[in-house]
C-alpha cells in the first residue's frame, strides 16, 4: 500500500472548474478517484491505468471530467469542468499497489487517501 494525499478540493460556483490533486509515497499501477455525497454510499468518478493509455469514467461525468497522471511525480489529477451542484461529495483518491497491471484498470484499488472536499453552489 501507498499513502495517499489529495489537494484542491473548495467551494465552486456551478459552471466552474476544479483541479483535484493526489500525491502517492510511492509508487502505483492504476490510479482512480471516488466520491461520497452526504449520505449517499461511495461511487467510482474516473480511474487511469499507469500507463496512462487506459482510463474509465462514471457516465455522470463523461465530457466533463478528465483524469491525467505523472508517473515521476507518483501524481494523479482530476480536471473537473462544467461542475453542478450534483458533483458536491468528499473526493477521494485510490491507488492499486499490486495487481501488476500496467495497462488496464483493475478490479479493486487498496489504497485511498483522506479525501477532499469539494462543494458546487448553484
Known amino acids: 500500500q501507498v499513502q495517499l494525499v489529495e489537494s484542491g478540493g473548495g467551494l465552486v460556483q456551478a459552471g466552474g472548474s476544479l483541479r483535484l490533486s493526489c500525491t502517492a509515497s510511492?509508487?502505483?499501477?492504476?490510479m482512480g478517484w471516488f466520491r461520497q455525497a452526504p449520505g449517499k454510499e461511495r461511487e467510482f468518478v474516473a480511474g487511469?491505468?499507469?500507463?496512462?493509455?487506459?482510463?474509465n469514467y462514471a457516465d455522470s461525468v463523461k465530457g466533463r471530467f478528465s483524469i491525467s497522471r505523472d508517473n515521476a511525480k507518483n501524481m494523479v489529477y482530476l480536471r473537473m469542468n462544467s461542475l453542478k451542484p450534483e458533483d458536491t461529495a468528499v473526493y477521494y483518491c485510490?491507488?492499486?499497489?499490486?495487481?501488476?497491471?500496467?495497462?488496464?484498470?483493475?478490479?479493486?484499488?487498496?489504497?485511498w487517501g483522506q479525501g477532499t472536499q469539494v462543494t458546487v453552489s448553484s
Open positions: 487511469i491505468s499507469w500507463s496512462g493509455g487506459s482510463t
Open positions: 485510490a491507488a492499486d499497489t499490486y495487481s501488476g497491471y500496467e495497462d488496464r484498470l483493475p478490479p479493486d484499488f487498496d489504497s
Open positions: 510511492g509508487r502505483s499501477y492504476a
